[in-house]
Nanobody, 115 residues
Framework: QVHLVESGGGSVQPGGSLRLSCAAS????????LYWYRHAPEKEREQVAI???????NYLDSVKGRFTASRDDNKQTVYLQMNSLNPEDTAVYYC?????????WGQGTQVTVSS
């Protein structure tokens, strides 16, 4: 069982930045695949970033160049650096760990971008 806790969300003005963290209970294995998702009201859930166990990171087109995902397995933590935020980025952000075909979700952290 893996327990994930996100933090770092909040309210920010357009153009601002936030850094989300996702701390895992226990170890993050090098074979784990890590994801950031977001879900805005009345919109479908979106996969924001996927951190493959190869080290390759793929991003949602709308966040490319603005968001940077990373993982620190030694600290059992995953990060999402978000820059140049705009109101369309407003959502609850979730981190997900996939291990042995099973997904573990965090509780989510709210990000609100408004002036």
């Amino acid at each position: 069982q893996v327990h994930l806790v996100e933090s770092g969300g909040g309210s920010v003005q357009p153009g601002g930045s936030l850094r989300l963290s996702c701390a895992a209970s226990g170890s993050i294995y090098s074979t784990d695949i890590l994801y950031w998702y977001r879900h805005a009201p009345e919109k479908e859930r979106e996969q924001v970033a996927i951190i493959w166990n190869s080290g390759v990171i793929n991003y949602l087109d709308s966040v490319k160049g603005r968001f940077t995902a990373s993982r620190d397995d030694n600290k059992q933590t995953v990060y999402l650096q978000m820059n140049s935020l705009n109101p369309e980025d407003t959502a609850v952000y979730y981190c997900v760990l996939r291990r042995a075909s099973r997904d573990y979700w965090g509780q989510g952290t709210q990000v609100t971008v408004s002036s």
